[in-house]
């Protein structure tokens, strides 16, 4: 079997075979979602997703294998990552599924089946109402209707129904919303961005005027323009956070070239080439007078936090970087 840890699904998407294409696009979303709350999947549930795709076993079986082996392991470490299977193989099979409804009903009912025995609230709503708004989409173009898509998933994000998962709640219903409408959004835009989306749905809904901050959908628009229109817009979360905005020039203005970056950071050969890439990408954006911790470091690579602390932690012992004193714990620079 290939590294399952190495895009376990990329040979089914590109793929032409449609039923193992559709499977494999529902299991790299259902597990990419799982970002959204910093959550990983193991190995086991891959393996488990891709026995599916090949026919080996139902998407039914498969939840009550990944139910079996938690049962088995009765591991409370592992908690999060059992919410992170079992909320997977949930996602893939609503994701198959092909009927839908558009109401609040199945808004709460799509809660429910992600989350029972998960969240001792799963499918119930907060004490706020939930109201929606339907457009009329047949008559304007797909780029014109785009702002008012985002405007909608922005609102019904923000409502925050449910105390827990409401993320992925509402990620799912709006691919399930736009499937219904004849988009076709099988494809792994909303597996490779989860971040960026979660990050682009605050920002629709954050104002801070006494900063000069309103709330706007430029975010999700570049998403659902990717998404819907094939267009390539960069989405790096980084663009999505305040401070990028007003350090944005400053930090354009200091960047120094590429190549004369290469040429003054040693990066060891003994160490994979994914972790010399990210090393490399690191030293691009941050130099030798810029500090750096976990969050950025996951910002920039789009990796979760225990990739992140990984790469610090190597990057310390090969003495690449050094903590930098007086700027909090946790706070990097590379070594000249």
Same mark, same amino acid.
Request: without cysteine.
């Given at each position: ?246 350090? /944005? @020039? &400053? +930090? %354009? $203005? #200091? /960047? @120094? &070239? +590429? %190549? $004369? #970056? /290469? @040429? &003054? +950071? %040693? ?70």
């Amino acid at each position: 079997m290939k590294d399952i840890k190495k895009d376990p699904f990329e040979e089914y998407i590109r793929q032409s075979e449609p039923a193992k294409k559709e499977l494999g696009y529902a299991w790299y979303t259902a597990i990419g979602l799982q970002a959204v709350d910093g959550l990983e999947t193991s190995d086991y549930l891959k393996k488990t997703a891709k026995d599916n795709i090949d026919g080996r076993i139902t998407i039914s079986e498969a939840g009550k294998l990944i139910e079996s082996y938690y049962e088995e392991t009765g591991n409370r470490s592992e908690d999060r990552t059992k919410e992170a299977d079992i909320v997977s193989v949930r996602i893939a099979a609503i994701l198959s599924e092909k009927a839908f409804t558009f109401s609040v009903p199945q808004y709460i009912g799509i809660h429910k089946r992600l989350f029972e025995g998960v969240f001792s609230n799963a499918g119930k709503i907060r004490d706020y109402n939930i109201s929606k708004k339907e457009y009329e989409y047949s008559t304007d173009s797909i780029s014109s209707i785009i702002p008012h898509l985002a405007k909608f998933v922005a609102r019904l994000w923000q409502i925050h129904a449910f105390g827990e998962g409401n993320t992925r709640t509402t990620a799912v219903f709006f691919i399930k919303y736009l499937r219904s409408m004849g988009f076709d959004v099988t494809n792994e835009i909303f597996a490779e961005n989860a971040w960026y989306f979660r990050n682009s749905l605050v920002r629709a809904n954050y104002t801070d005027l006494s900063n000069g901050i309103r709330e706007t959908t430029e975010y999700l628009e570049l998403f659902l323009r990717n998404l819907l229109l094939g267009e390539t817009n960069k989405l790096k979360n980084r663009y999505t956070h305040i401070r990028w905005e007003k350090q /944005k @020039q &400053d +930090i %354009d $203005d #200091k /960047k @120094q &070239d +590429i %190549d $004369d #970056k /290469k @040429q &003054d +950071i %040693d990066i060891p050969d003994s160490i994979t080439n994914k972790t010399k890439q990210h090393i490399q990408m690191l030293f691009n954006e941050y130099g030798f007078d810029r500090f750096f911790g976990r969050t950025e470091v996951m910002d920039l690579l789009q990796i979760t936090a225990s990739p992140a602390s990984s790469l610090i932690k190597k990057m310390l012992e090969l003495e690449i970087i050094y903590p930098m004193k007086g700027k909090g714990k946790g706070k990097y620079l590379f070594r000249r």
